[in-house]
């Protein structure tokens, strides 16, 4: 189902990150919308995607004549056009914190983001972690620890129920997955590991990474 009101610009599923987040926090939440898929590996993707979006990045939701050109920026549009959903949790505190955790992952993990980059369909163990990874990834281990003890209410998410938070570190589970990531090592008692396969484990999810494993050719490669 669509709806010629939203307009979702996304990049290739496999990589783009970025995109992940958005689609994901609308799927979960039964936001329809109409995707707009940009192979941004080909010759010529920067050009496609600025007929979208000014910055010729990836995503882009279109409204209309509004276009909103960044994750964090589209989250907090839906919330303010859906308030009915608890897209941010309803608790004050823990609103607060959510928006907190999330603009973290917006802004911050470099070296995680950097040297491990979302990669759905591969399968790249790492032996030895730089220790700017291991910094970036104790210190994930340890907000979601806080995040589920203090919100959490028993509930398999961040907060309980899904929310904007669990869309914006949803690519850190895969990463997490795909370099074989030992977060025991990293403080972990094992509610990172669960929270990581609640997210993998997400039907939206597994679509994403089938749409994902479609994007890529005989030699491994996006198109």
């Known amino acids: 189902m669509s709806n010629p009101a939203y307009q979702l610009v996304l990049g290739n599923k496999n990589y783009s990150s970025w995109s992940l987040r958005p689609w994901l926090l609308m799927r979960m939440f039964d936001i329809p919308f109409e995707e707009i898929n940009v192979d941004i590996y080909n010759p010529g993707a920067r050009k496609r995607v600025l007929e979208h979006s000014p910055t010729g990045k990836v995503p882009a939701l279109k409204v209309g004549e509004l276009v909103i050109w960044d994750s964090l920026a589209i989250t907090e549009y839906l919330a303010e056009q859906h308030s009915g959903l608890a897209i941010w949790p309803t608790e004050t505190k823990a609103r607060a914190l959510a928006r907190a955790v999330a603009a973290e992952m917006h802004s911050g993990f470099e070296n995680l983001r950097g040297e491990m980059p979302m990669d759905i369909s591969g399968t790249k163990p790492v032996v030895e972690i730089s220790k700017g990874v291991g910094w970036d990834t104790r210190r994930i281990v340890d907000l979601w620890r806080m995040c589920q003890e203090q919100y959490g209410n028993g509930g398999p998410f961040l907060f309980g129920g899904f929310s904007a938070a669990d869309a914006m570190y949803a690519p850190v589970a895969t990463r997490f997955r795909t370099y074989g ?25 597994a679509e994403w990474s089938e749409a994902g494993r479609s994007q890529m050719d005989e030699r491994g490669q996006a198109y």
């Open 181 to 205: 990531v030992d977060l025991a090592a990293h403080g972990d008692d094992g509610a990172a590991e669960a929270y990581c396969e609640t997210i993998l484990s997400l039907e939206p999810f």
